[in-house]
């Protein structure tokens, strides 16, 4: 019997044609989409390329400012220029000033400095009245501006002498000398706009990419006779914070770019056109096509008594596709349940999260929205911070397998042991060793107490069930929920002692609180001592360490700040060394400084801390001894200078005395003290009178007279002149600060002014 296969052709051919338009129209979006992500992709780059330029310049500008500001301090040198009588020595010292500044930044194209009390100018090279400054009409201008310290618009600057003059395109600074009201003087940046224009040119590439910038007012840097006009859709337009001025990045060829955006969407808008078309086409040739088994369905009814009585067969199969059915429901529902369940979990971090930063305080709605769905009611709240002990160790110890199972466990013991006390907690790891615990109670007398209770039956836990320890801090409580961030932020101050108080145990905010963490000034006289002793090959370095870490102790500095304060003994330890002890700088730079470093990052405890210092640093000490043992006339060199250290108050003391005395040259004994020592024998002998002169300052009530007699100097004034010049202070200003010291007690490793005041004056004596 041959079968006559017509029907299935037809249908074949009737649904060919929409299928051919709807793959047509798929591979139309395909491109249309394509390009439409390398267009957002381009715009993307442009914003990102913008950023970073602006902030590239603005930073390069801020540091122009900042360099400038300090120069026209009060009690500075260009002050002392601007307010002394006229000096060529001076005039040629504030010359070389601003040419350094000049020579620092590459975009300055000069720099001057207007003397209000004589109404002359000074530049890097000249001096002369300023009627005969050709950028004579700027600076009278800008005296007049009541602000200053703000970068202009692009100008012309005229440049050159009495032999002609150039034009050149500048943006200018201006900073009155005082800052509050100029009497003194001007002083004036420029920074030359084709050196801007080079500066943005570095960081962007020409073959696809243009910049421009315009200031305030829409006038261009680069381009004068060009204003600012409306961006296209490809170009990026960042204003500065800082300057105020307009940078375009734009992409070249965006016209084009522009017009595929738009003709994309064309795309679009015609392929779902042809889509509507298709699905039409398809419910027409569907119909048509259904006609004849319609026809068969309404014959199969006029005989669905015999169907129904049929072969039992077609039944069972029927009820084993119905079984079938069910099944994947059931299998599908419960993996829905699985996913609601994980994005429950992560949810709940995600709103821990925001509650320890307090981001839903503006937000009440939605804060209301989310405690009703955790169940958090109104009451009181404590949260306390979980941190595990010597994390490095653990992380090196176990696989990430094993440090999610112990984390797990550790978060299941503290939630098993709250709910065994009728406590409502809320635990959840928020970062990769710290465990946060929200302890919520309606009540708020026995918060605290609760809170330390179950935080020592976790610890104690842990200490006894597991090979390694936890210490928690404890932060105040709250009775808002808007204050948890602030029970947070006490609580990882507690636990970020444990580095002075010692690690497991518990450690609550108020036994922290209002403790004083010692003067800077002091951990740095005491760090510069062992950095001294070491350089000098003296073996008390070993208990000025010990002092150092004692105080530490004492004061239970935080993580942070004793971080600090070694990598601040590293940093000297490193200054030093390269600068007098070159021969050590090798194995210092390879193996004792990262083993240093290593120990910072890895110790929890001070105790843990100084054990690795005084390792490392014996072995650096017996390297400097054997290299000044292994130096030419290190006995010769150890007499003179424990000679010079007991007679450094004679003023008669000199290098010709001590050449008489040991039977040397002075000019091959002062080549030798360079080389043993690293300082010649005036830096060196000056050192020691002014530590004594400071011993004076600090200890007794001696007049700076009586101070400058005992020194040897006959004339206080080059007494004071010389401890301003080394100390960055006179003596009484040093004394002075001594005195507000005292007066205002641990001013703490947040006072930065103190931080930054004494670095200056180790950088100031280290300048001699």
């Known amino acids: 019997m041959k079968v006559n296969n017509s029907y299935i052709m037809r249908m074949l051919l009737s649904y060919l044609p929409i299928l051919f338009i709807t793959i047509s129209v798929l591979i139309f979006i395909s491109f249309s989409i394509m390009n439409q992500l390398n267009v957002r992709n381009a715009i993307q780059a442009n914003n990102l390329t913008a950023k970073y330029v602006t902030n590239m310049v603005d930073s390069s500008l801020k540091n122009i400012s900042i360099d400038a500001q300090k120069l026209v301090e009060t009690g500075g040198t260009l002050q002392k220029f601007l307010d002394a009588p006229s000096d060529k020595g001076l005039e040629f010292d504030i010359s070389n000033l601003l040419n350094s500044l000049v020579i620092r930044y590459g975009l300055i194209d000069s720099v001057y400095l207007y003397r209000a009390k004589d109404g002359k100018v000074l530049d890097q090279s000249t001096i002369r009245p300023l009627s005969q ?78 910049a421009e910038l315009y200031d305030s007012q829409g006038k261009s840097f680069f381009n004068a006779d060009q204003s600012v006009s409306s961006s296209n859709r490809l170009s ?70 015999i169907v129904k009585t049929g072969d039992s067969k077609v039944k069972a199969n029927e009820f084993a596709f119905i079984d079938q059915a069910i099944e994947r429901l059931i299998t ?111 009540e708020s007398s026995m918060l605290e107490h609760q809170m330390l209770q179950l935080s020592e039956q976790v610890r104690a836990w842990v200490e006894g069930h597991l090979d390694f320890t936890v210490t928690i801090g404890i932060g105040a409580p709250v009775d808002e929920d808007c204050s948890i961030a602030r029970s947070f932020e006490e609580a990882e101050a507690a ?26 000034f002091d951990y740095l006289e005491i760090i510069r001592t062992i950095v001294r002793q070491l350089r000098m090959s003296e073996q008390d370095w070993q208990g000025e360490l010990k002092g150092l870490f004692n105080e530490m102790a004492v004061h239970h500095l935080r993580k942070e700040d004793v971080d600090r304060l070694l ?24 193996e004792i400084k990262p083993t240093l470093a290593a120990a910072i990052e890895r110790s929890d405890t001070l105790k843990q801390l100084e054990l690795d210092f005084q390792t490392a640093l014996a072995l650096l000490s017996a ?83 009586d101070i400058s007699d005992q020194m040897g100097y006959s004339n206080p004034t080059s007494f004071i002149r010389v ?39 180790e950088d100031s004596r280290s300048a001699r």
Do not use: C
């Open 495 to 520: 636990v970020s002692r444990k580095v002075s108080l010692g690690s497991n145990q518990i450690i609550d905010a108020v036994e922290v609180r209002g403790r004083q963490d010692g003067e800077w």
């Open 332 to 442: 599908n529902n419960m993996s829905f349940q699985e996913q609601q369940q994980e994005h429950l979990v992560i949810r709940r971090q995600q709103f821990l999260q925001m509650l320890l930063k307090g981001e839903f305080s503006d937000d009440r709605g939605s804060w209301e929205q989310e405690r009703q769905h955790f169940g958090l009611s109104a009451g009181h709240f404590i949260v306390g911070v979980l941190e595990l002990d010597s994390y490095v160790q653990f992380g090196l110890k176990y696989n990430p397998n094993d440090q999610s199972l112990f984390k797990f466990i550790i978060s299941s013991v503290a939630v098993e042991t709250a709910e065994q006390h009728g406590l409502r907690i809320v635990a959840e790891w928020i970062a990769k060793n710290q465990l946060v615990v929200l302890l919520i109670s309606s």
């Open 133 to 210: 400054f050709p950028d004579e009409n700027f600076v009278r201008n800008a005296l007049d501006q009541p602000y200053t310290g703000i970068w202009s618009s692009p100008r012309q600057r005229i440049s050159g002498g009495f032999s002609g003059s150039t034009m050149v395109q500048v943006s200018s600074l201006g900073l009155k000398i005082p800052r509050d009201s100029g009497s003194l003087g001007y002083l004036i940046i420029n920074v030359k706009n084709d050196a801007l224009e080079s500066y943005i040119d570095q960081m962007i590439d020409h073959t696809i990419t243009t």
């Open 623 to 705: 390297q400097i001894v054997e290299l000044s043992q292994s130096r030419r006339h290190n006995t010769l060199m150890r007499e003179i200078r424990d000679y010079v250290a007991e007679h450094y108050m004679d003023p008669n003391l000199s290098l010709t005395l001590l050449s008489d005395r040991f039977q040397i040259s002075s000019k091959y004994l002062s080549q030798l003290f360079k080389e043993s020592i690293g300082e010649n024998f005036s830096d060196f002998l000056i050192g020691l009178r002014i530590d004594h002169a400071k011993r004076l300052l600090r200890e007794t009530d001696a007049a700076v007279q």
């Open 236 to 305: 990026a337009d960042v204003v500065s914070n800082y300057t105020g001025w307009t940078y375009r990045i734009s992409i070249k060829g965006g016209q084009l770019l522009d017009f595929l955006f738009h003709g994309s969407t064309l795309w679009i808008l015609l392929g779902l056109s042809a889509i509507v078309v298709a699905i039409g086409s398809t419910f027409y040739v569907t119909r048509r096509n259904y006609k004849p088994i319609e026809s068969i369905l309404h014959r199969i009814e006029r005989f669905s008594s």
């Open 567 to 590: 990598h601040y003994l590293i940093f000297h330890l490193d200054y030093e060394l390269d600068g007098s002890l070159s021969e050590v700088v090798k194995p210092w730079q390879e």
């Open 723 to 761: 401890f301003k010049k080394i100390v960055g202070l006179s003596p009484g200003q040093y004394r002075e600060s001594l005195t507000k010291i005292a007066a205002r007690g641990s001013g703490g490793l947040d006072d930065q002014d103190g931080f930054e005041k004494s670095e200056e004056q």
